[in-house]
């Protein structure tokens, strides 16, 4: 029995180690520091191809959320990952668009009888390595993509439905820009003229309804990527046919925007609209949706022809 209880303990871990990295990680990051200082909550989402990882690195820091698409190695012999080039807003900053630090994600992957884990640190490089401490973590392993989130339970407890400077709301059909002082609706009549001039542009394209996804809160989070390389993609994003946001160029940094869900219609829509074609045609593009408690990843690719529309229904 003590061998055979020895042996199933065994298969777990190795089994753990055996599936890479690939999934979801999920914890709280330290700066290694004397003192008392805020920490970062962390939400690391990976797929792995043989030794190279990519996903989405997102966290909060003092209240404000920051998401950017990671490219990085995984070392199945050593179990060591690494992901270079990470923004990670300074951990003395006074402000939301405060000072970032670029540091490199180092880590190890373990796993023991009850967990599987990547440890590590959140490094400085070169001109930074002097004012950025480093930041420890050690994050565990969430059974799938759409596992429950701290970063979502933290949102939906702190109740962080407000912008940042680089955030747009959108609600009842207005669109919200925060300023440097307070939030203000914006309708100056130059941009209302705009927006109407790609409205009627966004009608004469095709539209092409992909998925339909069910949510289960009607307040959601919508960050924008570019999918694959950065190649000066620019669009609009329509909710239920109306323009919220205009010239909104594709990065490997998420460009966020938090809606609220018309509940009475039976479906909202939520459309991408390709203003050109970047260097490497069609438009794509990969969008994150999370309603607080699932998270999905939704790819879309427009051109000067077609819209790319996914409808979203809400769970009763």
Partial sequence: M?????LICFFCVTHGIGQGIKGS?????????GGSHNNYLVELDLKQENNEVKGIISYYFRETFQSFYVKGSYNPRTREVLIKD????????????????IMDLKAILTASRTSTAIKGVFTSKGKYKYTCPDIAFDFVYGESLNTDSLIDKFAA???????SEEDVVVNEQKIYVPDSVDLKI?????EKMEAQKILEEFTRREEVVGQEIWVHSDSLRLTFYDNGI????SISVFF???PVATHQSLTDRGIVFYTVLDTTKPYNEISMFAENLGSIAPNTALMVLTDGVNRHEIFLSSSLTQ???IRIRRKR
């Fill in 2 to 6: 003590r061998i055979l209880f020895t």
């Fill in 25 to 33: 990680w999920f914890g709280s990051a330290d700066v290694l520091l």
């Fill in 86 to 101: 990470v923004p990670i807003t300074y951990f003395r900053a006074s402000a939301s668009n405060g000072v970032e630090c």
């Fill in 157 to 163: 407890i702190k109740k962080i439905w407000r912008p």
């Fill in 186 to 190: 914006v309708e100056p009549s130059a």
């Fill in 230 to 233: 950065v190649d000066g993609d």
């Fill in 240 to 242: 239920n046919k109306m």
């Fill in 307 to 309: 819209n790319s529309t």
